[in-house]
């Protein structure tokens, strides 16, 4: 039998599925093998056996079509204990899934309070880039500034084609047609704490917003912190999860040398760089240095681009 996970916690995992939900466990062998990253995620399909108790034993998890992960931070209590730290806050060797077969990546800012961070929007559109999901961006809080001036704001965004959306949980412009690209799909939400996920939310459906919230929050009280991971279902069908306590994201599986094929206007530039293995940094003929100088490629966009190829995390 088959079921869809839509929670996971503390290695339980509840599963969706024609005979109702159960909660399982992983299959002890599944367990055994070295742990690189998260065995299951929330969006996975698994093989399941169902048990006499309303629970289930998690047998196979079904190939991923994509997923969106990052390396795991390194919890304060952990890094105090590593004296070999280089200062780093994520553990480059485990991968955190945030979130497996997701249909669309939905960036969630408000255009004021607080003021979007390009760099954060630009570390999710690579990683949408690289797993081939689409992705749009929602421009929220647009009550409190013109239309124009948002537009202006988001234009290197639109004239790359990826789709902006903008919205106001108080007047609600823009809420039919959020809740129209949600309805059926499956949606990982981000976006920096305060730009109006759970407004949004409880407006398209109410309650919906407090419910992830309340997850949320479980997940950062005390020391040891409870990752939970859940898929809320849409009245009219389709997922909705969230990225609890998001602040950083730092690539789990982008290797610098790859990252200018994330950013499209890049990518179609590198061809007619002279040296095959070009950087886009300082070599000469470099086509992408050459766009920036034009203005064809946005400084910003620019920047994001060096900034996550000599490493920073943001
Ligand atoms: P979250 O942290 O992303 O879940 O954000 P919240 O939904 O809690 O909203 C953060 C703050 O922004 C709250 O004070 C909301 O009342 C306010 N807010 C949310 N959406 C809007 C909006 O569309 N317009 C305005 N003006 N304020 C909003
Ligand atoms: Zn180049």
Same mark, same amino acid.
């Given at each position: 039998m088959q079921g869809l996970v839509i929670r996971s916690q503390s290695g339980f995992y509840t599963i969706e599925t024609e005979i109702g939900q159960l909660i399982c466990h992983l299959r002890g062998k599944l367990q055994k093998e070295r742990i690189h990253g998260d065995l299951v995620a929330i969006g996975d399909w698994v093989d399941f056996t169902p048990l006499d108790d309303?629970?289930?034993?998690?047998?196979k998890i079904i190939t991923r079509k994509c997923m969106i992960s990052r390396s795991a931070p390194i919890s304060r209590k952990a890094k105090s204990d590593d004296t070999t730290s280089t200062?780093?806050?994520?553990?480059?060797?485990?991968?955190?899934?945030?979130?497996?077969?997701?249909?669309?990546?939905?960036?969630?800012?408000?255009i004021t309070k607080p003021t979007p961070r390009f760099?954060?929007?630009?570390?999710?559109?690579?990683?949408?880039?690289?797993?081939?999901?689409?992705v749009f961006i929602v421009v929220n809080k647009i009550d409190l500034i013109s239309k124009e001036l948002a537009e202006t704001?988001?234009?290197?965004y639109k004239d790359l084609d990826y789709d902006v959306i903008y919205t106001s949980a108080f007047s609600g412009q823009g809420l039919e047609d959020l809740m129209n690209r949600l309805q059926a799909k499956v949606s990982l939400l981000t976006g920096p704490s305060g730009a109006g996920k759970t407004s949004l939310l409880n407006s398209i459906q109410p309650g919906l917003g407090l419910e992830v919230r309340q997850v949320s929050h479980v997940t *950062?009280?005390? !020391?040891?912190t409870t990752v939970v991971r859940q898929l809320f279902p849409l009245d009219g069908g389709g997922y909705v999860a969230d990225t609890p306590g998001l602040k950083a994201l730092a690539f789990w599986d982008i290797k610098p040398e790859e990252l200018d094929g994330y950013f499209p206007e890049i990518r179609k530039l590198v061809a007619n760089c002279q040296f095959s293995d070009c950087?886009?940094?300082?070599?000469?003929?470099?086509?992408?240095?050459k766009a920036v100088q034009e203005g064809i490629i946005?400084?910003?966009?620019?920047? *994001?681009?060096? !900034?996550?190829?000599y490493g920073d995390v943001e």
């Open positions: 309303h629970t289930g034993v998690i047998e200062g780093s806050d994520f553990n480059r060797s485990y991968q955190q899934i945030l979130i497996a077969n997701p249909d669309q990546l939905v960036l969630v800012f408000s760099g954060m929007i630009d570390r999710f559109l690579v990683i949408s880039e690289k797993q081939d999901v689409p704001y988001f234009a290197p *950062s009280k005390g !020391r040891h950087s886009h940094s300082h070599e000469p003929g470099c086509a992408v240095l946005h400084p910003k966009r620019y920047s *994001s681009y060096l !900034r996550i190829r």
